[in-house]
């Protein structure tokens, strides 16, 4: 649960998102950390349902770091949410941000593939790094399925919705004003969230597993045209692998049966590659 009223500048009714607040909770070894004004609808989204505004009437409310962050709702205050009250520059991660953000940045509704242009890499300017996510693979991967978006059933343009709107939510965090992450790390994190996000995009909302396998691989040949490298194949066929394995169902078999009958040579091409890729990297999900 989360507390509501530190400042003025968080209405329960009109927020906006996005303001910052250094406050202090005894339940936090009367350590001080960041808060964010966030929307009750962010808070659910992010936390699994696990997090809500206390006030039943609010639509926007205080979200402490540590909980967003962390889900720890007590103890010590980890370093990169600490603060002190009044130094808005008081450690690494406490950088003023240079770019003024849209309050749909820190509350997005998921409506648009927009919101990597316009708030993550306006943020974390890394398109033109080795690690660039958010206008390379992030938004063209966004737009495919948009474009594609009449030939998948019902459920999976319900799937579709809300995989877009929790693979945004899981990098709201980065567009804290203390937030310092490298473009490699954003590029990490963007790709960590995709599988749960693919099985739980939100409640209510079909996971990958309860759809049929020809959705299954409808998805998997709009993800492969999203492609923007070879490490960039690495990480999502990964990522595919990764559900194939959660969800364990004959649906999700069937779709790896059929896509190895019909497309055999791609598939040994990328077994060759990743072979590859496995001598050079050291650690895998």
């Given at each position: 649960?989360?507390?509501?009223?530190?400042?003025?500048?968080c209405?329960?009714y009109?927020?906006?998102?996005?303001?910052?607040?250094?406050?202090?909770?005894?339940?936090?070894?009367?350590q001080?950390?960041?808060?964010?004004?966030?929307?009750?609808?962010?808070?659910?989204?992010?936390?699994?349902?696990?997090?809500?505004?206390?006030d039943?009437?609010?639509?926007?409310?205080?979200?402490?770091?540590?909980?967003?962050?962390?889900?720890?709702?007590?103890?010590?205050?980890?370093?990169?949410?600490?603060?002190?009250?009044?130094?808005?520059?008081?450690?690494?991660?406490?950088?003023?941000?240079?770019?003024?953000?849209?309050?749909?940045?820190?509350?997005?509704?998921?409506?648009?593939?927009?919101?990597y242009?316009?708030?993550?890499?306006?943020?974390?300017?890394?398109?033109?790094?080795?690690?660039?996510?958010?206008?390379?693979?992030?938004?063209k991967?966004?737009?495919?399925?948009?474009?594609?978006?009449?030939?998948?059933?019902?459920?999976?343009?319900?799937?579709?919705?809300?995989?877009?709107?929790?693979?945004?939510?899981?990098?709201?965090p980065?567009?804290?004003?203390w937030?310092?992450?490298?473009?490699?790390?954003?590029?990490?994190?963007?790709?960590?969230?995709?599988?749960?996000?693919y099985l739980?995009?939100?409640?209510?909302v079909?996971?990958?597993?309860?759809?049929?396998?020809?959705?299954?691989?409808?998805?998997?040949?709009?993800?492969?045209?999203?492609?923007?490298?070879?490490?960039?194949?690495?990480?999502?066929?990964?990522?595919?692998?990764?559900?194939?394995?959660?969800?364990?169902s004959?649906?999700?078999?069937?779709?790896?049966?059929?896509?190895?009958?019909?497309?055999?040579?791609?598939i040994?091409?990328?077994?060759?590659?990743?072979?590859?890729?496995?001598?050079?990297?050291?650690?895998?999900?």
């Amino acid at each position: 649960m989360v507390q509501t009223g530190w400042a003025a500048q968080c209405d329960k009714y009109v927020g906006p998102a996005g303001p910052t607040e250094c406050i202090l909770l005894p339940r936090y070894n009367n350590q001080y950390q960041w808060a964010t004004c966030l929307s009750n609808v962010y808070i659910k989204l992010k936390s699994s349902h696990k997090h809500y505004c206390l006030d039943p009437f609010a639509t926007y409310c205080w979200y402490q770091c540590m909980v967003e962050v962390h889900s720890k709702n007590y103890g010590p205050v980890t370093e990169d949410c600490s603060c002190e009250p009044g130094s808005p520059t008081s450690n690494p991660y406490t950088a003023i941000p240079t770019t003024p953000l849209p309050p749909e940045c820190y509350s997005p509704p998921g409506d648009s593939c927009d919101w990597y242009r316009n708030c993550l890499e306006k943020k974390h300017p890394c398109e033109a790094s080795s690690n660039a996510y958010a206008i390379t693979y992030a938004e063209k991967f966004c737009k495919l399925f948009d474009e594609r978006r009449a030939k998948f059933s019902a459920d999976a343009q319900k799937w579709m919705d809300g995989v877009r709107k929790c693979l945004q939510v899981s990098l709201v965090p980065l567009m804290r004003p203390w937030d310092d992450s490298t473009c490699e790390e954003i590029r990490a994190k963007a790709f960590a969230s995709h599988t749960p996000c693919y099985l739980e995009p939100d409640k209510d909302v079909p996971s990958i597993c309860d759809l049929d396998y020809l959705q299954y691989v409808k998805i998997f040949w709009t993800i492969k045209g999203s492609f923007i490298d070879l490490d960039t194949a690495w990480e999502s066929l990964k990522g595919m692998w990764n559900i194939a394995a959660e969800c364990k169902s004959s649906k999700i078999r069937q779709t790896f049966e059929s896509a190895r009958e019909t497309y055999n040579d791609v598939i040994k091409f990328f077994k060759i590659q990743i072979q590859r890729f496995k001598q050079k990297k050291t650690a895998f999900f």
